[in-house]
């Protein structure tokens, strides 16, 4: 069936109905793998603290509400050592406030959180995502507006998007999702290749 469908699209027949807009997503993630071994418990926080900022931005950007977050830590199974995985979800009141959804990953990290491993991913994922107009407008039917609907600070975040837009991703930051330079849970990119025609430092310059 595939296959006759293509032939018939090289022919110059339309088969397959283009979508004037994507559908929005129904999970948002973000993980990554890190450049060192982290055992730290603040370092686990700031990096997963920078990957639901990632999220949460997204979130935004497709006009959504999140209601619950996935949130994992992981050692790597291929280093000696202890192995352990630790995961949950967390629920929270629709929302797509950065600070907020920061605020219930620390939450989770402390649960799942072991001393003694050397973690070497982590990552969230939100979950139970609704549009924005659709969660202002339905409400349970034995809920208070403010229990089930958190209003979140709707304005500073469009503000922080729009200048993050403009200048840079992470110009402006919550304070958890600070990034040192020495931080060992950032990604190796020694061998990153330049970006050429997005990054002034990276412009070729050519003398004659």
């Not at 069936?1 to 129904?26: F, H, N, S, Y």
């Not at 993980?31 to 990632?54: C, E, I, N, W």
Request: net charge positive; hydrophobic share 40%; proline share 4%.
């Amino acid at each position: 069936m595939v296959l006759a469908k293509t032939a018939r699209e090289l022919a110059g027949q339309a088969c397959i109905g283009w979508e004037d807009e994507p559908a929005d997503k129904q999970q948002i993630m973000c993980s990554r793998s890190f450049g060192k071994p982290v055992v730290h418990l603040v370092d686990l926080q700031q990096a997963l603290a920078v990957f639901v900022s990632r999220a949460a931005q997204k979130l935004r950007a497709q006009a959504s509400f999140t209601e619950a977050i996935h949130v994992f830590i992981r050692t790597s199974p291929f280093r000696d050592g202890p192995k352990y995985t630790g995961s949950t979800v967390i629920r929270v009141a629709r929302n797509d406030d950065t600070t907020v959804l920061i605020g219930a990953v620390n939450r989770a990290l402390y649960k799942i959180y072991r001393s003694g491993y050397a973690y070497a991913k982590a990552g969230v994922c939100l979950l139970e995502i609704t549009q924005r107009s659709m969660a202002e407008s339905q409400l349970g039917l034995f809920d208070a507006p403010q229990q089930h609907c958190q209003v979140p600070k709707g304005e500073l975040m469009q503000v922080m998007d729009r200048l993050n837009q403009r200048f840079g991703r992470f110009t402006v930051v919550a304070g958890d999702a600070l990034v040192q330079s020495e931080s060992p849970w950032q990604m190796r990119q020694e061998r990153k290749t330049p970006a050429y025609t997005t990054r002034w430092e990276d412009i070729v310059e050519i003398w004659r």
